[in-house]
Every structure is written in C-alpha cells, then in structure tokens.
Antibody, heavy 121, light 107 residues
Framework: EVQVLESGGGLVQPGGSLRLSCAASGFTFSSCAMAWVRQGPGKGLEWVSAISGSGGDSSYADSVKGRFTISRDNSNNTLYLQMSSLRAEDTAVYYC??????????????WGQGTLVTVSS | DIQMTQSPPSLSASVGDSVTLTCRASQDITNYLAWFQQKPGKAPKSLIFAASVLESGVPSKFTGSGSGTDFTLTISSLQPEDFATYFCQQYNSYPRTFGQGTKVEIK
C-alpha cells in the first residue's frame, strides 16, 4: 500500500525557518517524482514545488521561489521541504504527494494527511 | 501561468441528483487535467487523470470529459459521501495550477 506521511510542522515566527519531511513507503521512491501542495485556512489548494525521482530537476511556485528548497533522500525514502524567511501567508496545511507519470507530465495520485505550519509571532 | 477557473463555486443538490462541474483553462492543456475530491479536514483524493481516466477504485458514477481548454466532471446519482469540494488541476506545464474548487452541498 502506498503511504506518504508528513511531519515537521509547527508554530514558527515570521522570518523563521522550518523543515518538513515526508516518509514514503509502498512504492519505488527513487522512480517517482514528488510534490508539495499547501492549503491555507479556508482556502483552495496551491501547488508549491515538485522534484524528479533522481532529484536532478525541481520547480517552485513564484510565491516560494528563493525561500523554499525541495530535496529528497532516496536511500531513506524521504522527501523534504526546507522553508526559510517564512511569512504569515505561508500559514497552511502542507501536503506531500506522490506523482504518477513522471516529473514533466506527472499528476498527484497519492496524498499524505498533511502537516500544519503556522507562521505567527 | 495557466489559470484554471471552476464553475460554479458551489452548488446545492439532493441525494440521487446528477451534477456537472466545469473547469476551464486559460490556454490549451490538451488532456493534462486531474480532478480531486476533498472532504473537510481530509487530504485531497485523486479521482480522474488525463481528463477522463478514473483512478483505480473510483466508482464509475464519476465521469470526466473534455480536452483543450474546457473540461467537465459529472457525478451521477449523488450519495451522502459525494458531498465534498472538487478541484481540478492542470499538469501540462509548470507551475502547476488548481482551480478554486466547487463545493457540492446537500440541498
């Protein structure tokens, strides 16, 4: 069974940093592109970032470019999102998602339950 | 960036009704469109990819269609478990973009 489980969320002050993790199981992690998607309180879904299976390709939403870094450890089946210079508008539930179909044309076929990030003083 | 527009933002329907949700892309995305269902406090669930292909285990009451810029999701014979918010997403290009969602409520 495919499972992705996020962790690392919490309360952080504006300007602070946080690293999210996503532990994957039930599939060949190194062969699958992965993504982060967030959802602010009472809002819709916002795509944040994606990374290829090898980690050689990545993309970011303009809203997080230069502040967030996506990475992966294929030896430990774990995806990461390093977030810095956090702002109040980054407050959201962050979902990790497995991609089907690869990095270029993949879509999110399995989602984690999410981890809440709150940016507030 | 490709803008995705869903309509209506919300609708009310009764158990047993059929409803059609619409998703429009600001430019041609061929068939690189996915539909997701989300219930309150839960993660999104993938329903349809490639505009019309059902995910494994998704009942055939969900039907996706369209190509290019105009897409629809039809849900037949609504049941209580179908009342949720539905999102479309294009995966033709980066940045990936979602529609704002259509909330299907019980009348």
């Amino acid at each position: 069974e495919v499972q992705v489980l996020e962790s690392g969320g919490g309360l952080v002050q504006p300007g602070g940093s946080l690293r999210l993790s996503c532990a994957a199981s039930g599939f060949t992690f190194s062969s699958c592109a992965m993504a982060w998607v967030r959802q602010g309180p009472g809002k819709g879904l916002e795509w944040v970032s994606a990374i290829s299976g090898s980690g050689g390709d990545s993309s970011y939403a303009d809203s997080v470019k230069g502040r967030f870094t996506i990475s992966r450890d294929n030896s430990n089946n774990t995806l990461y999102l390093q977030m810095s210079s956090l702002r109040a508008e980054d407050t959201a539930v962050y979902y990790c998602a497995k991609r089907a179909g690869g990095y270029r044309y993949g879509y999110n076929d399995h989602w984690g339950q999410g981890t809440l990030v709150t940016v507030s003083s | 960036d490709i803008q995705m527009t869903q309509s209506p933002p919300s609708l009310s329907a009764s158990v047993g009704d059929s409803v059609t949700l619409t998703c429009r892309a600001s430019q041609d995305i061929t068939n690189y469109l996915a539909w997701f269902q989300q219930k309150p406090g839960k993660a999104p669930k993938s329903l349809i990819f490639a505009a019309s292909v059902l995910e494994s285990g998704v009942p055939s009451k969900f039907t996706g269609s369209g190509s290019g810029t105009d897409f629809t999701l039809t849900i037949s014979s609504l049941q209580p478990e179908d009342f949720a918010t539905y999102f479309c997403q294009q995966y033709n290009s980066y940045p990936r973009t979602f529609g704002q969602g259509t909330k299907v409520e019980i009348k």
